[in-house]
């Protein structure tokens, strides 16, 4: 299972578009990040987009590295959201992909199954990448709403009130 997880990590990996291999030139790499400040602005909105739908959720917004940035939990929100929130938004930008498609893409009987043991990995679909001119810089997740689809419709929300500011 353990290859099987190191083999699904390299293909993803060997996957990267050339220009992120092409910053390797030098000895030192230049990032850009989201400020917290915009994070904690996506965050509020996906929070506020669940709202309206009538769902109580838990929104994580994680940098690049997976480090949370913000995470909200609004009142009636089960304890277990913001863990799985955070957990969402880390497999998201770990993996490069929304967690619904790697939830299809990890079942049981899927060549990519034992990506699922990886600490941390959570393939439920609410993981969505933050992406800012071709660059990943982030992920958020959102747990609460009925099913994976809806938090990633929460989650989509969120980054769509900040997209403006993503456009460098």
């Given at each position: 299972m353990?290859?099987?997880?190191a083999?699904?990590?390299?293909?993803?990996?060997?996957?990267?578009?050339?220009?992120?291999?092409?910053?390797?030139?030098?000895?030192?790499?230049?990032?850009?990040?989201m400020?917290?400040?915009?994070?904690?602005?996506?965050?509020?909105?996906?929070l506020?987009?669940?709202?309206?739908?009538?769902?109580?959720?838990?929104?994580?917004?994680?940098?690049?590295?997976?480090?949370?940035?913000?995470?909200?939990r609004?009142?009636?929100?089960?304890?277990h959201?913001?863990?799985?929130?955070?957990?969402?938004?880390?497999?998201?930008?770990?993996?490069?992909?929304?967690?619904?498609?790697?939830s299809?893409?990890?079942k049981?009987?899927?060549?990519?199954?034992?990506?699922?043991?990886?600490?941390?990995?959570?393939?439920?679909?609410?993981?969505?990448?933050v992406?800012?001119?071709?660059?990943?810089?982030?992920?958020?997740?959102?747990?609460?709403?009925?099913?994976?689809?809806?938090?990633?419709?929460?989650?989509?929300?969120?980054?769509?009130?900040?997209?403006?500011?993503?456009?460098?």
């Amino acid at each position: 299972m353990k290859r099987l997880a190191a083999a699904v990590l390299a293909a993803w990996t060997l996957s990267l578009p050339l220009a992120a291999k092409a910053q390797d030139d030098g000895a030192l790499v230049t990032l850009q990040v989201m400020k917290v400040e915009v994070a904690l602005e996506l965050a509020q909105a996906a929070l506020e987009h669940c709202r309206e739908e009538g769902y109580q959720v838990a929104v994580a917004v994680v940098d690049r590295f997976g480090v949370p940035q913000a995470v909200l939990r609004d009142r009636y929100a089960g304890p277990h959201t913001p863990d799985t929130a955070t957990r969402k938004a880390w497999t998201s930008v770990s993996f490069r992909a929304p967690t619904t498609d790697l939830s299809e893409n990890t079942k049981p009987e899927g060549a990519a199954f034992g990506a699922r043991d990886i600490t941390n990995a959570l393939m439920l679909g609410g993981g969505v990448p933050v992406d800012a001119a071709g660059s990943l810089v982030g992920a958020v997740g959102v747990s609460g709403a009925p099913s994976g689809e809806l938090d990633e419709a929460c989650a989509q929300a969120g980054i769509d009130a900040v997209a403006d500011q993503l456009a460098f």
